[in-house]
């Protein structure tokens, strides 16, 4: 069974507009959440991380916004472009916990259409 | 600053054969990691080495072996490859900041296929 579910295998926006890629999880234990993007070819670089303590963390065009309660966590890419377009993988962990304990979902292939 | 370097690039075996995944990192990161990635499924955890000296079974550790030769190099070994080891394996390394969050950078992934 799978702990963190990305239930969007694909998701198509225009460029400029906004991309909301969702991910849910299972474990209450998770407190520490991260997004990684994958081009083709190429390992995942990571994006964007949030804790627990918070509900919202931006950077730049990259906000992830965090519902504790629905066990929901969302990444926003605003304004979306076409470089943009890779795999995104949410991943969660349990902060302070033994390593080696993040769990990936199965990823979302954002493409964003000029 | 290479971060996190994986040799080969592309592998092909027969079954039965055998071969080592190379991984070294220039971050000084304690922590290290080998993973799989098949299609249409996220990364699975197939061993780790949380510091130089130490190694301990991820999530599909079947038919892997690891050695965590010195901080920057973590291996891993096929013994004896099959088909179900298709897969595209990344190596990534991590150091736990102050506030206890453990971000991992990956490399680029060597892509093996066992005939």
New interface residues.
């Given amino acids: 069974d799978q702990q963190v579910k990305q239930n969007s295998p694909s998701l198509s926006v225009q460029e400029g507009r906004i991309s909301i890629l969702n991910c849910d999880y299972t474990n209450s234990m998770f407190d520490y959440f991260l997004w990684y993007k994958k081009y083709p070819a190429e390992g995942p670089t990571f994006l964007i991380s949030i804790s627990s303590i918070k509900d919202k963390n931006e950077d730049g065009r990259f906000t992830v916004f965090l519902n504790k309660s629905a066990k929901h966590l969302s990444l926003h890419i605003v304004p979306s472009q076409p470089g943009d377009s890779a795999v995104y993988f949410c991943a969660a962990s349990v902060w302070g916990g033994s390593q080696g304990n993040l769990i990936f979902g199965k990823g979302t292939k954002l493409s964003v259409k000029p | 600053n290479a971060g996190?370097t994986q040799t080969p690039k592309f592998q092909v075996l027969k079954t039965g054969q055998s071969m080592t995944l190379q991984c070294a990192q220039d971050m000084n990161h304690n922590?290290m990691?080998w993973y799989r990635q098949d299609p249409?499924?996220?990364?699975?955890?197939i061993y780790?080495s949380?510091s130089e000296g130490t190694t301990?079974k991820?999530e599909v550790p079947n038919g892997y072996n690891v050695s965590r030769l010195n901080k920057r190099e973590f291996s891993l070994r096929l013994e004896s490859a099959a088909p179900s080891q298709t897969s595209v394996y990344?190596c990534?390394s991590s150091d736990?900041t102050g506030?206890?969050?453990?971000?991992?950078?990956?490399?680029?992934?060597t892509r093996l296929t066992v005939l």
């Avoid at chain 2, 506030?99 to 992934?109: A, E, I, K, R, S």
């Fill in positions: 996190v922590s990691y249409g499924m996220g990364l699975r955890l780790y949380a301990d991820g990344f990534a736990m506030d206890g969050t453990d971000t991992q950078y990956f490399g680029p992934g």
